[in-house]
């Protein structure tokens, strides 16, 4: 690990930690919107100094999704409102959908290795559904389409196995365990009821996500330019 991923990964975690102290503790404006803009913009920039290449699509779907997420986590702060919720579920669908692009690849995959992959999906959907279902009313075609969106993620970053190093896959795929964890007690928050510790668990769930999906992109092709001399090497 390079001395900047340390630094970067330092930075990155008081900030976020600093978002969540400020999300429980302090009033939203201005604190709130000031602490999200560093945690994540921080996250957006050093994505963008690794990864931006001007005619590189694929590293840049990466930067466009980061980017789409960063703007709907400003707009979803203003959760009670309900057309700045849907803009942001939008944005979050969207996000979802470059990383989905960043996730595929064109090597086969075996189908039996799929059949566990849908059986726990299933087996998730309907244990979230039986607990927030009475109470979807309108949302429920736009929280159906969020969760059918993450799963699709979910699913291109679980047949990754094979395509990309093992530390690569691994890291990406706890990343997107992490984005579900965090949505999942969202949507239960919403719409059923409280959870233990759910402020603290929806921020710093969806802070992993992102930096340990970044970092599993970074090391994807075992490879990474830090310096104009420099090569770190993914086990």
């Known amino acids: 690990m390079t001395k900047q991923l340390i630094y970067f990964s330092i930075i990155f975690f008081s900030l976020l930690f600093l978002d ?6 302090l009033e939203v404006v201005p604190y709130r919107y000031i602490t999200k803009i560093l945690a994540v913009g921080s996250l957006v920039s050093f994505t963008i100094f690794y990864f931006y290449k001007k005619k590189a699509l ?15 986590d400003i707009i979803i702060i203003d959760h009670l409102n309900m057309v700045k919720f849907y803009v942001s579920l939008l944005l979050f669908v969207t996000g979802k959908l470059f990383y989905t692009l960043r996730f595929m690849h064109k090597e086969d995959f075996s189908i039996k290795r799929l059949m566990p992959f849908f059986i726990v999906c299933f087996l998730y959907v309907s244990i979230v ?12 075609i736009p929280i159906t389409l969020y969760f059918f969106i993450t799963l699709l993620m979910t699913l291109f970053a679980y047949i990754r196995k094979g395509v990309v ?18 949505e999942t007690t969202m949507v239960i928050k919403m719409f059923y009821g409280d959870v233990l510790f759910q402020d603290f668990l929806v921020m710093f769930c969806y802070g992993v996500a ?18 104009n001399n ?5 086990p």
């Not at 969540?20 to 503790?25: D, E, L, M």
């Not at 190093?165 to 965090?182: E, H, M």
């Not at 420099?230 to 993914?234: E, P, T, Y």
């Open 20 to 25: 969540i102290y400020t999300k429980i503790n």
């Open 230 to 234: 420099s090569i770190l090497q993914a």
């Open 129 to 140: 559904y039986n607990f927030i279902f009475p109470n979807l009313k309108l949302y429920f």
């Open 58 to 72: 694929k590293n840049n779907l990466l930067i466009y999704g980061l980017f789409v997420f960063f703007i709907g």
């Open 210 to 227: 992102q930096y340990f999906i970044v970092l599993g992109l970074m090391i994807e092709n075992k490879t990474l330019k830090v310096e």
């Open 165 to 182: 190093n093992r530390k690569s896959y691994y890291l990406v795929l706890c990343g997107v365990g992490f984005f579900i964890v965090s």
